[in-house]
């Protein structure tokens, strides 16, 4: 059972403009989420967190969104940058637990 | 400083050795995890501990040996293991107070795992 899920495997976004990435889960007892960067044969890069009381959360070109009551949450980079291409992942904590949920993935493109 | 360390970054080994991997970060965290990675998926919970106790196993098959000799070192032994054990090993750091949710994880760059 897959709680945390990101539909798009990957994503193509021409350098300068925004990348949009999706993240759903299904479990309403999550309550804070983060986005990590990974580049292949490396570890997770952490970028942004956001905690459910919030429904947004800002740092330099990241952005994320968090919306309840869709059990959805979005990555919003701007300007996205060449070397914004990776994979990224959206994870989710459950209460006073350390027992980190990652999505699937998504491949983000940026193209020159 | 959010600096994980990993040793060493790529290991080969037969289905008979005896091989450890090893884990350090210096930020005062009180919870160290491992995570096995497969290629194209998402990192997957192996091991918890929690101010330098085992928290938590994700049901990990016993020739995979977790060891916390203090809270700034993890140790994952591997002895017998199958080919299909090759991964990337992946270890990582919290804060963790214990009563709130709001704790991030920060990873190692991680070990490649070959099993011939």
């Known amino acids: 059972d897959q709680q945390v899920k990101q539909n798009s495997p990957s994503l193509s976004v021409q350098e300068g403009r925004i990348s949009i990435l999706n993240c759903d889960y299904t479990?309403?007892?999550?309550?804070?989420f983060l986005w990590y960067k990974k580049y292949p044969a490396e570890g997770p890069t952490f970028l942004i967190s956001?905690?459910?009381?919030?429904d947004k959360n800002e740092d330099g070109r990241f952005t994320v969104f968090l919306n309840k009551s869709a059990k959805h949450l979005s990555l919003h980079i701007v300007p996205s940058q060449p070397g914004d291409s990776a994979v990224y992942f959206c994870?989710?904590?459950?209460?006073?637990?350390?027992?980190?949920?990652f999505g699937t993935g998504t491949l983000l493109a940026v193209q020159p | 400083d959010t600096e994980v360390t990993q040793t060493p970054k790529h290991l080969v080994m037969g289905m008979t050795n005896k091989k450890s991997l090893k884990c350090e970060q210096h930020?005062?965290?009180?919870?160290m995890y491992w995570y096995k990675q497969k290629a194209k998926k998402p990192p997957e919970l192996m091991f918890v501990?929690?101010?330098?106790?085992?928290?938590i196993n994700e049901s990990v098959p016993s020739r995979f040996s977790p060891e916390c000799p203090n809270s700034s070192l993890l140790n994952l032994h591997l002895h017998a293991l199958q080919p299909e054990d090759s991964a990337l090993y992946l270890c990582?750091?919290?804060?963790?107070?214990?009563?709130?949710?709001?704790?991030?994880?920060?990873f190692g760059p991680g070990t490649r795992l070959t099993v011939l």
């Open positions: 990582a750091s919290s804060s963790w107070a214990g009563v709130t949710s709001t704790d991030t994880q920060y």
């Open positions: 479990n309403s007892m999550f309550d804070y």
């Open positions: 956001i905690s459910s009381i919030k």
């Open positions: 994870a989710a904590l459950r209460g006073a637990t350390n027992k980190l949920i």
């Open positions: 930020m005062g965290h009180r919870a």
């Open positions: 501990y929690s101010y330098e106790k085992l928290s």
